[in-house]
């Protein structure tokens, strides 16, 4: 069953020096219970086009068409007060920096506990300090931990908590910008298996924005790769891993050092385009070892294929 | 010839400012704590660890950025220790560290070709008009070209890779016998990784130059080191050739390191050790050894009460129970 659907999406950001399209005729479909990563560069417009799901997307970015299609409902016309309250309810979110988005002068306990007021989850605020303390536990962290400050905390465990006030409603999409990026090997590893071990338990759906395309191979279900603000590969992991049709998802795959392969120095020549003014044609060719004649001239479409969807002339 | 000799080195913080210490409350934070290595020509030596393992302080310390509290520094045959600033001034240029923010590490307001420029003026190597047109082949060099034009840019005009390659850049001007790189590429994306990697390489063979690679990624470090230290809390636990120790770790916590990297290859033969929480505070390090409480195999009171010494001839291991395979 389809949870989310994203429908030819255009966001743009307007800015004095000009119009820069940050996400392009984006689609994609997640399904009930499933782990979606989209894998990209800095800059390839997965955080933007992850952020402005649940609306959350900075200025001036802004949608400029296209549905975002969340339980039936389309999200692209809810005003901030109808987004507002499906956030935290029913579309957690985690960021990559946990310190930025506590409050340092108040204890763990009274923020989670006035996210669950808010949301009229609770009937007092002693039920909602007791949910509180039960969302610690189900991330690993001892329940009297509420009356905490956040930087009596670790790196780790202050992610842990976000990770709890994301899932704390019971949420029906997570959506995690970078969850680990700040973090140790080690803790890493055990945030992912924490985030992995919720979403089954919960049956709940994950969307993982990541840089590291051997992160998101561990974990997930599906995997949708961006490249200059366009999605050029989407696929069953297992498929897009062990046979990529992009060669941007090859180039991806080969480039990232991995101790359990042949050791190798492989890096994509040349660098992503300034989205101010993308190259013609295929915006991956100035780069692509396999370019032909089309690819200069013509924009591929996305094709269908055996379950995958890619946009690339190879593939008609 | 070992280029670098470290032996015993340590570096105690004392936390606390004058009440604390007439209260008696002070605490010693013991960031490196009794570390020996030597480090060849031309031989990179990664040190692998979390934060708070003390890598980064064992860098700045043998290149005294830091002072030592105890231990000996041997830099190409000079004990430079106790050595004085303005002697250590002339030996500075041989030394260069680059760090993990290429952001923090320049000046906003600075064109980036004046920074590369700028050490060989400081130095006394070369008036502004040969630093410049060195600087131009540097950036030449490092792959930001046309050069004249980047010459010009200011850091916030250039990408968090282009960033790192001025950093490079700048440093690798002086031509430099050691580098000590801290976690250079850790804030860039992971496709991003190699190519700076492969940089430092190209340099380091041109240079004969020796380096220490600060990294908490061991898929970075497999990259470029010949050999691998992983430090916890202070001490090195395990040392040897990089390959070696990636397929057969000593140390629990070497072995816990590669268990929690993650690879793209389907099914692949990963240990499975798995550990919990995280490092300890420096100021409260654990009796015996230090790694006795995260330890998955730590079940004697040996382990809490008697701390390892480092033991072998080209691998060497401290641990009561190394692993063996």
């Given at each position: 069953m389809t949870l989310l659907r994203i429908e030819d999406l255009n966001i743009d950001y307007v800015t004095l020096r000009g119009r820069l399209r940050a996400v392009k005729s984006a689609s994609l479909t997640l399904g009930g219970g499933e782990w979606l990563s989209i894998v990209g560069e800095s800059g390839s417009g997965k955080s933007t086009l992850a952020m402005s799901i649940p609306g959350l997307l900075l200025p001036p970015g802004r949608i400029t068409s296209g549905r975002i299609i969340f339980r039936g409902k389309d999200l692209t016309s809810m005003s901030g007060e109808e987004l507002r309250r499906i956030r935290g309810s029913e579309i957690g979110v985690v960021f990559q920096d946990p310190l930025t988005s506590l409050d340092p002068l108040r204890t763990i306990g009274d923020q989670m506990a006035e996210a669950?007021?808010?949301?009229?989850?609770?009937?007092?605020?002693?039920?909602?300090?007791?949910?509180?303390?039960?969302?610690?536990?189900?991330?690993?962290?001892?329940?009297?931990?509420?009356?905490?400050?956040p930087h009596q905390l670790s790196g780790g465990q202050r992610q842990r908590v976000m990770i709890a006030m994301a899932v704390m409603l019971k949420p029906k999409l997570l959506i995690a910008d970078e969850p680990t990026t700040a973090l140790d090997v080690i803790v890493q590893a055990n945030i992912m298996r924490l985030l992995k071990s919720l979403q089954q338990r919960m049956g709940m759906s994950v969307m993982l924005i990541t840089h590291d395309i051997a992160l998101a191979a561990e974990v997930?279900?599906?995997?949708?790769?961006?490249?200059?603000?366009?999605?050029?590969?989407?696929?069953?992991?297992?498929?897009?891993?062990?046979?990529?049709?992009?060669?941007?998802?090859?180039?991806?795959?080969?480039?990232?050092?991995?101790?359990?392969?042949e050791k190798t120095l492989y890096t994509i020549p040349g660098n992503p385009p300034d989205l101010r003014s993308p190259p013609r044609g295929c915006r991956f060719h100035p780069r692509c070892h396999k370019a032909f004649e089309p690819c200069k001239a013509k924009e591929p479409r996305p094709t269908r294929l055996r379950g995958r969807t890619v946009a690339c002339h190879l593939y008609g | 010839m070992a280029l670098l000799e470290v032996e015993d080195l340590k570096k105690y913080f004392i936390q606390g400012d004058l009440v604390d210490r007439l209260l008696r409350r002070v605490r010693t934070v013991k960031a490196v704590d009794g570390v020996t290595f030597k480090l060849g020509k031309g031989e990179t030596l990664a040190l692998v660890g979390e934060s708070g393992s003390g890598k980064t302080t064992t860098g700045k310390l043998v290149l005294r950025l830091l002072e030592p509290t105890g231990g000996r520094i041997v830099f190409d045959g000079v004990d430079i220790t106790r050595m004085k600033e303005g002697e250590l001034r002339k030996l500075r240029p041989r030394m260069q560290m680059i760090y993990q923010d290429p952001y923090a590490s320049l000046n906003p307001r600075m064109e980036v070709g004046r920074a590369i420029a700028e050490p060989l003026v400081v130095h006394g190597r070369a008036s502004w008009s040969e630093a410049r047109r060195e600087a131009l082949e540097m950036l030449e060099r490092v792959g930001l070209t046309p050069a004249k034009d980047f010459y010009r840019r200011r850091p916030i005009q250039l990408s968090g890779g282009q960033r790192q390659r001025v950093v490079i850049a700048r440093a690798m001007i002086l031509k430099p016998n050691l580098l000590v790189a801290d976690e250079p590429v850790s804030m860039i994306d992971v496709s991003m990784r190699t190519s700076i990697l492969k940089l430092l390489l190209d340099f380091k063979k041109e240079y004969n130059m020796s380096m220490i690679m600060i990294t908490h990624d061991l898929a970075v470090a497999r990259l470029v080191a010949e050999r691998v230290a992983v430090m916890y809390l202070g001490k090195i636990v395990e040392m040897g050739p990089t390959e070696?120790?990636?397929?057969?770790?000593?140390?629990?916590?070497?072995?816990?390191?590669?268990?929690?990297?993650?690879?793209?290859?389907?099914?692949?033969?990963?240990?499975?050790?798995?550990?919990?929480?995280?490092?300890?505070?420096?100021?409260?390090?654990?009796?015996?050894?230090?790694?006795?409480?995260?330890?998955p195999y730590s079940d004697s009171s040996k382990c809490i009460e008697k701390e390892p010494q480092l033991r072998g001839d080209s691998r060497i291991v401290a641990c009561h129970y190394p692993l063996t395979r």
């Open positions: 669950i007021m808010e949301h009229r989850s609770a009937s007092s605020k002693r039920e909602a300090l007791e949910m509180a303390s039960a969302a610690l536990e189900s991330v690993g962290i001892p329940g009297d931990r509420v009356k905490y400050y997930s279900d599906r995997i949708a790769v961006m490249y200059a603000a366009e999605i050029v590969e989407e696929g069953p992991i297992d498929q897009v891993i062990e046979n990529p049709l992009h060669p941007y998802t090859e180039a991806l795959i080969k480039s990232t050092p991995d101790l359990w392969r | 070696d120790i990636l397929h057969n770790p000593s140390h629990p916590y070497t072995e816990a390191l590669i268990a929690a990297a993650p690879t793209i290859v389907p099914r692949a033969r990963k240990p499975r050790l798995r550990i919990k929480g995280e490092i300890a505070d420096p100021s409260r390090i654990p009796s015996g050894c230090r790694f006795h409480p995260r330890c």
